[in-house]
């Protein structure tokens, strides 16, 4: 069994913008040297160059619609969207349990 490119570095994250329904490739903020990279993952996260709106991480290997395929991207941004709220409250979840004490 072979190892994947993506798990050996030089693959690039994939940022997409709703808005504009464009995506841009950025190096990885795990690959950055220490030195170059932001302080915080936020200050990572990428505007888009069109619109100025903060663009959205959509991982490796994500291959976007083509631009004027406006449902697929209405329908990739719900889903987007849906999966951040999930993990939202996943996060919350785990937040409460921990509060807790085990006796």
Known sequence: MGTCFCQIGGYKEHFACFRCRKMHRKQAYRELSIYSRPAT?????????????????????????????????????????????EAALRRHRYKICASKKVV
């Open 41 to 85: 993952y936020d200050d990572y996260q990428a505007n888009c160059p069109e619109c100025g709106e903060r663009m959205q991480n959509m991982g490796r290997e994500f291959q976007p619609p083509k631009q004027g395929q406006l449902k697929q991207w209405r329908e990739l941004e719900h889903e987007y969207w849906q999966r951040c709220r």
